[in-house]
């Protein structure tokens, strides 16, 4: 648990690390070392017809993005800073909206520069049991959709195979309507993750209230991370949609407005289940603490009525240990009787029986009523 935690650790600074230095002139692009080399997929479409290639040369670009009514250019990996350039040169692409889709720590949100919309929005899934997040920085022209991802894989597949289908919807809509399509896509792989982490809490409170461990400690908080990770993904995003809701812009027609409201819907819904499940994280903790409360509890029950039934136990042989057999008529006539060994243990197995009696008449001794919660929970 230390190694991934310190793994995760590892990543999560990585993933807000500067490729620029403080000071550095704006506008450039310096890709990290590190980063997957660039490919290219480009889907051009129209209602009639679609071409899906994968492209090598950024300059056949220029005669592809033209030929039909919307063209999806499909960037993964960050790592070739030349081909970057070349493409944002080629659809005219502001060098401080560039230099953020290189600078991967940025907060989702839309900015505006004129011919074309930049939307920065984050991709979560989850990876060795534990929420990976990475940026998706979209461009939104007249014409033409531009994406950019970390790396290759990603949630926008059912995207392409409704592009691929010649009735759907997607294909008689514009660019705008493929913007939506990326960010509902993104915004729906939210909820997957969600249920996971839903699933291993529920996991984690069974564990808690039955067999608490110090390990439980290392996962609430992981699961605390976790939902912090969703929770920087989904809320700017909410105020990104709100912003290409409300600002009026010639890139989205009022029609496309309709289907970023039911997306603004969908990430409202990931916010109020992320806010529920961080009081049931925050909860745990809680639980665990009174779990091992309750236990430490109980053991102190347990050698507190073993040391008091001991105590008269103790003072009785105390006594008949004592060496006052003499003649003098002042001493311990059971000493020399001929069944003082035998009335002595009956003196303690009695003693000990009516504490007992006691202790459970009183309700400090509950064994049928502990066996009887342990059969209902573990029937087999």
């Known amino acids: 648990m230390a190694k991934r935690t310190a793994h995760h650790h590892h990543k999560v600074r990585k993933a ?58 499909d960037v993964e990996g960050l790592g070739d800073a030349d081909t970057l350039a070349r493409i944002g040169t080629l659809f005219g692409l502001h060098p401080l909206a560039m230099e953020d889709v290189v600078n991967v720590h940025q907060r989702p949100k839309v900015e505006s520069y004129g011919d074309h919309l930049f939307i920065v929005a984050r991709m979560l899934s989850i990876t060795d049991g534990q929420v990976e997040g990475e940026q998706v920085s979209v461009f939104l022209g007249r014409n033409v959709v531009l994406t950019f991802q970390e790396r290759p894989g990603d949630c926008l597949e059912p995207v392409r195979t409704r592009i691929r289908r010649a009735q759907s919807s997607i294909r008689r809509q514009g660019a705008d309507h493929l913007a939506y399509a990326v960010l509902d896509a993104l915004i729906d792989g939210y909820f997957p993750v969600l249920e996971s982490l839903g699933d291993r809490m529920e996991a984690l409170e069974e564990e808690i209230l039955q067999s608490p461990s110090t390990d439980d400690v290392a996962a609430v908080h992981q699961v605390k991370r976790d939902l912090l990770a969703v929770r920087r993904a989904a809320w700017p995003l909410r105020d990104a949609l709100s912003t290409m809701i409300r600002d009026p812009s010639e890139l989205v ?105 006691v202790f459970r008449s009183r309700g400090w001794i509950e064994r049928r009523a502990m066996s009887r919660r342990r059969s209902r929970r573990n029937p087999g």
């Not at 403080?22 to 997957?36: K, L, M, Q, S, T």
């Not at 289940?273 to 809680?286: G, K, Q, W």
Request: with cysteine; charged share 20%.
């Open 253 to 357: 027609q009022p029609e496309t407005r309709v289907f970023l409201r039911d997306c603004y819907d969908h990430c409202v819904q990931v916010i109020d289940t992320l806010e529920t499940f961080r009081e049931i994280a925050s909860a745990l903790m809680d639980a665990y603490m009174s779990a091992i409360s309750h236990r430490m509890n109980e053991v102190m029950k347990v050698l507190t009525l073993i040391a008091t039934i001991f105590i008269p136990l103790t003072f009785v042989a105390g006594v008949y240990g004592m060496n006052f057999d003499t003649d003098s008529p002042w001493n311990m006539p059971e000493l020399k009787w001929r069944y003082g060994y035998v009335a002595f243990w009956a003196l303690i197995a009695v003693t000990t029986l009516t504490m007992v009696l």
């Open 16 to 73: 807000f690390r500067r490729q620029s230095s403080p000071g550095a002139e704006p506008g450039v692009i310096r890709v990290d070392p590190e980063a997957p080399r660039t490919h290219i997929r480009v889907l051009s479409f129209g209602p009639d017809d679609l071409e899906e290639s994968e492209v090598r040369d950024v300059e056949a670009l220029a005669a592809i993005a033209g030929r039909r009514p919307v063209t999806w250019v």
